[in-house]
Nanobody, 118 residues
Framework: QVQLVESGGGLVQPGGSLRLSCAAS????????MNWFRQAPGKEREWVAL????????QVADSVKGRFTISRDNAKNTLYLQMNSLKSEDTAVYYC???????????WGQGTQVTVSS
């Protein structure tokens, strides 16, 4: 089965940008619909964005609409999350996950920390 590794997190000032990556190995990423989730301290894990297997359909949560973009490059076996106009409330550990957005079932990466602070 596929293994997922996120990268690209870090500390950024409010209004800044980051691009997260989720690199897959062991199986083609193109076999899966993919999601980004996040979990802030003391809060439940929440869905952020999804893309279908080939990137022709995408959807993002209302809280990030107009600021975050999900994309994928199946040739590079990599999923991306471009995050612009970051806010303090975007601070969380970000995870990529296979499968549906409506369940926590699936294959998860280990997460990457995003901290938005001045």
């Amino acid at each position: 089965q596929v293994q997922l590794v996120e990268s690209g997190g870090g500390l950024v000032q409010p209004g800044g940008s980051l691009r997260l990556s989720c690199a897959a190995s062991g199986r083609s990423l193109g076999s899966y619909a993919m999601n980004w989730f996040r979990q802030a301290p003391g809060k439940e894990r929440e869905w952020v964005a999804l893309t279908n297997w080939d990137g022709t359909f995408t959807q993002v949560a209302d809280s990030v609409k107009g600021r975050f973009t999900i994309s994928r490059d199946n040739a590079k076996n990599t999923l991306y999350l471009q995050m612009n106009s970051l806010k303090s409330e975007d601070t969380a550990v970000y995870y990529c996950k296979t499968g549906a957005r409506t369940t926590l079932d699936g294959i998860w990466g280990q997460g990457t920390q995003v901290t938005v602070s001045s």
